[in-house]
């Protein structure tokens, strides 16, 4: 049996091997990787939001792959931060992290990410074409993320080519580099700032590492964190949403009229086409039974929101967008448990900024190509187009 996540038609359409997988099992041992490697994957809802909590299946990478060849090479910023660790060293980090982006400091950026959001579309001319990702999808969360960050302007689309190769599926040694490029500029970065006090999300990390739980290395490896998890899946976000209102006119429409709609229709545009498709990689430390399945110890284990947030079992109708839907919020595209996204409080505010620029801006918005031409990242982690060319 081949590897069912590496299909390209999986990448164009992950819905319907997805239905085809939970179909047979919500939780199945499928061959994932190289020749003779094999996963745990969980498709059901109920499966994966069990899994999500559940304490015996671990994110800490190094200690699953200690003592195992490998010829990997990542940044220890990259492969040791606080999404591959558990408590109390995630605890740690987390409690550091979790006041930068509630709802209070999100609310005061909110100004910002509406200035960005109208240079960007100020160069946006009705009739023409553009690709919302690179206009629009890609530039925000990564100039919002760094101006946190205090990268500097000159800076940041290099940081965010960095960040897109950690995501090069099936080429590892660009990944390895990716890694070490973002991971040396990241330490050099910090650096800077301990020379010269400012007020950047950056210095508040290094203020709390230095009178808090945090070593130097955890200060670099978070900041990493926080700049690729902070841009990466918001974009996902964005145009996935703006592909799924262009091809519902109807929805686009509603929107266009009302778009005070918009914030309490972000949770079924993320359930209808989750910006992660698959989370990131767990194992078991014990054995376990899950939906019906045994899972040995030492086993990997992965959970695909993509997949159960279109679970029949628990969304009515699951592959029609609804923006009326009830019960959305249940949907696990940020993920359930102590690793749910830290950032979403701001990749709702940065979606729901952007998309009611755009449908004030441009209610008669279409797509310029058929959806069949559209190009997807050839990753099993990101649900994420390349391009999404429109006509304004």
Not at 336 to 355: K, N, Q, S, T, Y
Not at 365 to 370: D, K, Q, S
Request: charged fraction near 20%; proline fraction near 8%.
């Amino acid at each position: 049996m081949t590897d069912p996540l590496h299909d390209p038609g999986f990448f164009r359409d992950p819905y319907a091997t997805y239905d085809r997988l939970r179909g047979a099992a919500p939780v199945q041992k499928v061959p994932t990787g190289s020749e003779g490697h094999y996963s745990y994957l969980v498709t059901g809802h109920a499966e994966a939001r069990q899994a999500f909590a559940d304490p015996r299946l671990s994110k800490d990478t190094a200690r699953f792959f200690a003592g195992q060849a490998s010829r990997r090479n990542l940044h220890p910023a990259v492969s040791r931060n606080m999404l591959a660790s558990d408590p109390p060293q995630h605890t740690r980090q987390r409690g550091v992290a979790a006041g930068l982006f509630t709802a209070g400091p999100v609310a005061r950026l909110r100004p910002y990410i509406e200035q960005v959001v109208d240079g960007l579309l100020d160069g946006w001319e009705p009739g023409t074409r553009v690709d919302l990702v690179e206009g629009l999808a890609a530039p925000l969360p990564v100039t919002v993320i760094c101006q946190l960050l205090g990268v500097p302007r000159d800076d940041r689309a290099m940081v965010s080519r960095w960040s897109n190769e950690l995501f090069a599926a099936g080429r590892p040694d660009r990944i390895d580099a990716a890694s070490h490029a973002i991971g040396d500029y990241m330490t050099g970065l910090v650096a800077s700032a301990r020379r010269a006090p400012g007020e950047s999300l950056l210095h508040l990390l290094i203020q709390q590492g230095d009178e808090g739980p945090l070593d130097p290395d955890e200060v670099v490896s978070l900041a990493v964190l926080l700049l690729v998890a902070g841009h990466e899946t918001t974009t996902n976000f964005i145009a996935n949403a703006v592909l799924a209102l262009i091809q519902h006119p109807e929805s686009l429409a509603r929107l266009s009229r009302d778009p005070d709609l918009i914030a309490g229709s972000l949770d079924e545009l993320l359930r209808f086409d989750s910006p992660v498709g698959i989370a990131t990689f767990r194992y078991s430390t014990e054995a376990l039974r899950l939906g019906g399945t045994d899972i040995p110890e030492g086993a990997a284990v992965l959970i695909a929101p993509g997949a159960a947030n279109r679970d029949p079992a628990r969304f009515a109708e699951p592959h029609r967008l609804d923006l009326d839907r009830s019960g959305a919020a249940g949907h696990l595209a940020f993920g359930h448990g102590i690793h749910r996204c830290l950032g979403a409080p701001l990749a709702l505010a940065e979606a729901e900024i952007a998309l009611r620029a755009i449908v004030t801006r441009f209610p008669g918005m279409r797509p310029a190509v058929p959806g069949e031409d559209l190009e997807w990242r050839q990753t099993r982690l990101m649900r994420g187009l390349q391009a999404l060319p429109v006509v304004l």
